[in-house]
């Protein structure tokens, strides 16, 4: 078995966990080349720069309380970032609510419906479920009245597919991820009034953000990768070869390696088709992204809010401002990223500037903007892959996948898309470094431990 210092490693993507692992590995002395298939490094963490304007796709901060995961970025990002405070909000049934909810928003709700939501508690005691979908785990955990009003339709006009046909896993791991505070106990009803009604909610854990936008974070670790001679070729697609049990080549248009290992943190399922084997049914959803720049003021002060009404075409909006002011031109224009998902190649990503009227009409009728004036220019994104989707039958083709490929012996899967994992950066920050501590190991450096790996082996 080969090992990362017995030739050149080839890392496929350009993302989070691509760069790292490529970072820590040409720390510890291995030759590295990083392919990557966009112009841009960063993968779904990039962001995109237009007039003086920069929109990361949808908002990205980091937050982590993993100990060698800060001393990474504290090492990587050097001060060049600021801490702040998350504000987020819901806007449900023409009104705009704090997200995760406050107190003081709980009695605004429609009073039937809060009325209606304590019975369902209660209820919820008596009645046995059998989870094996969304639906099923959400009415469990929050009960029917709270399911039709805000889950069902959320997560349809989300996914785009019935909350009947999806894993109950995307429920456990959405509704945390747009927490994201352990202090914060939402895990069911019950929970969230306990936590609500006792004010333990005051969600000021402080996220961290560079201050020229995520795109700065990436740029500083690939100036680290080829600092030391490590090689980054983007704007072209990576292609494998293998034979007996081993990925013997990989392609970046005209150029190809022999590598030691691979480290594929590009769709499994292409990882599975290059390598002729059956690629079994794991679909990502598409994202399209309207990068709105407006010459005015908002009247919301969110970091990003959700839009689960389906009478509005974007599930989300976040506004880079009030992650830094260094992401707009001036103090009087804002850039708006409004997220709406779909499938790649459907008629809405192949037709997507047609929805820019669209856009813009919905963010009048939200109330965040006066009028169609005051839009100066909106740049229409289209981002692959951005999530995994969680279909009802998704653990055993992972599975089947999975077992496919363990059988090349220096293939390796790495971070949200080649593991097909709905994460956030601080994990692929995390597997990428135990990848390496494991590769090291491998190659007979156990020495080298995650600390180490964190803080930069001088
Ligand atoms: C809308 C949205 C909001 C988010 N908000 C947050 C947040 O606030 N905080 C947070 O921590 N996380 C957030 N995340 C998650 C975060 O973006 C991911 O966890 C992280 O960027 C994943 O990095 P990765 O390297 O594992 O995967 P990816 O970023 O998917 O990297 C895979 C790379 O492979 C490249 N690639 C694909 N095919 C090929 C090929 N054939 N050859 C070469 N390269 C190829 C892709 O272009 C990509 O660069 C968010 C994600 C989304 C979509």
Known sequence: MSTVFDGTVVIVGGGVAGLVS????????????????NETIGGLARSFRYDGFSFDCGPHRFHTENPNV?????RVI?????????????YFQGKYYRWPLHPKNLVQLPKPMAARAGIDLVANTFKEYQIDNFEQYVLRQYGP?????????????????????????????????AIIDDKLQMQNLAQLVKSTLTQFNKVEIPFLYPTEGMQQA???????????GGRILSGVGARMEGQNGRVTKVWAGEESFEPSVV???????????????EVPHLPYLGLLLYNVAVECDIPRRYQWCYYGADDIVFNRISVPRFFSESTVPDATSTGLCVEVTCMEGDARWEHAERLTDWVVDDLVKVGLIPNRRVVHDVWVE??????????KHYPRDLEQARRGLATFENLH??????????????????????????????????????????????
């Open 382 to 391: 289209r981002i692959p892959e951005s999530y995994p989707i969680y279909h």
């Open 78 to 90: 050097q001060g060049d970032g600021t801490l702040f405070p998350r504000r987020s909000e819901v």
């Open 22 to 37: 490529a970072q820590l590995l040409q720390e510890a002395g291995a030759q590295v080349v990083v392919i990557e298939r």
């Open 218 to 228: 990436w740029e500083k670790v690939s100036a680290i990768i080829e600092a030391r």
């Open 263 to 277: 480290i594929w943190t590009a769709p499994i399922t292409l990882a599975m088709s290059q390598l002729g084997l």
């Open 145 to 177: 009245t709270l399911y039709e009003h805000f889950f069902r339709g959320y997560s349809e006009k989300f996914l785009g597919i019935h909350p009947r046909e999806t894993h109950p896993d995307w429920a456990k791991v959405g509704i945390n991820r």
């Open 413 to 458: 899967l790495a971070g949200r898309t080649g593991m097909f994992w709905y994460n956030n950066m601080d994990h692929s920050i995390e597997n990428a470094m135990q990848l390496c501590k494991r590769l090291l190991r491998d190659a007979g450096r156990a020495e080298i431990e995650e600390e180490t790996l964190a803080a930069g082996i001088a």
């Open 70 to 74: 800060k001393a990474y970025l504290d």
